[in-house]
């Protein structure tokens, strides 16, 4: 049944950050964790003649979901009790009433993703997350959706590892790309990619390629498989932030020489030529 407004929300009191304030007025910053990547967890409560049914099983799930995705703060249960109470009181409720109540990981000193917001130098050391990727039928990947948490967790698989980024595979065992970036491996001089199933159609990855188009160099989407990533010559990662990242290492096992490779450091040059050049004039 679709819900219509109740006017005796129209005044709502929420509460953000222990401040209450009128619904019109309230905010959050944002680089709020839940704004830049859907990295918060929520419940659901209902209360019922000034009782709360179940609140501490729900205090309790909203506290596994956060150790979950390694949250680094989680408030003590009483502290949020405190706060619901304050709520409530504010808007003189006592029954009937639908409590939204979230919890984010807070505000992050610039955007990403990454849960420790850690500044890569210029080669990445990577590893195979363990996170899939899920098909297009479960979630299309061409959507650029704000809900991260799949990527998320495997960067926090990542950051425990001691690497950079994770490589993240589709359900069939293909690569999908990391869970920031896309990949292209480089064989014998020829670049591939892995194709837009699991993974988004990346600005600078479409860059990349008509790179290689103008160049003359070949480059060809495909399935690409662990073993095919392992036996690269070459490997870079592309994205807006990073723009052409070389990775040296992936799983404990070295890319080529362990360097940034010549084709790299050509297409990362070419790259630079165009961001020089090329753009819509704004200030």
């Keep these: 049944m679709l819900q219509k407004f109740d006017e005796r929300n129209r005044d709502l009191i929420v509460n953000i ?9 309230a905010g959050i910053s944002p680089f709020d964790s839940a704004v830049q990547g859907g990295d918060a967890v929520w419940e659901g409560l209902r209360l019922y003649e000034g009782r709360i049914f179940k609140l501490h099983e729900h205090l309790d799930r909203l506290e ?12 003590p249960q009483e502290k949020i009790i405190d706060e619901i109470k304050r709520t409530l009181a504010a808007n003189k409720m ?26 890569s130098g210029p080669t990445l050391t990577l590893i195979t997350s363990k996170i899939r990727r899920p098909p297009p039928e479960v979630l299309d990947a061409r959507i650029h959706h704000a809900n991260l ?10 950051n425990n590892a001691g690497a950079d980024d994770a490589l993240m595979l589709d359900t069939r065992g293909f690569v999908a790309e990391t869970n920031a970036t896309h990949i292209f491996i480089v064989r014998n001089g020829d670049l591939a990619t892995s194709r837009v199933v699991a993974c988004p159609e990346g600005i600078t990855r479409a860059t990349v390629i008509e790179i290689c188009a103008a160049e003359k160099i070949r480059c060809i989407e495909t399935d690409l498989s662990v073993v095919d990533v392992y036996g690269a010559h070459e490997m870079f ?13 992936i799983d404990n096992r070295q ?11 050509r297409l990362s040059d070419l790259y630079a030529q165009r961001t020089a050049t090329e753009g819509v004039q704004v200030v």
């Design 17 to 25: 950050n222990g401040q209450l304030v009128h619904r019109d007025e």
């Design 64 to 75: 596994r979901s956060a150790r979950a995705l390694s949250f680094a703060e989680i408030p």
């Design 94 to 119: 006592r029954d009937g009433a639908h409590i939204r109540l979230t919890l984010t990981r807070g505000v992050k000193i610039t955007s990403g993703m990454d849960p420790r917001l850690n500044q």
């Design 149 to 158: 948490l799949n990527s998320i967790l495997a960067k926090i698989e990542a």
């Design 237 to 249: 990662c592309t994205g807006t932030m990073g723009e052409l990242a070389g990775v040296t290492k």
């Design 255 to 265: 890319i080529g020489d362990g360097k940034v490779g010549p084709m790299t450091k």
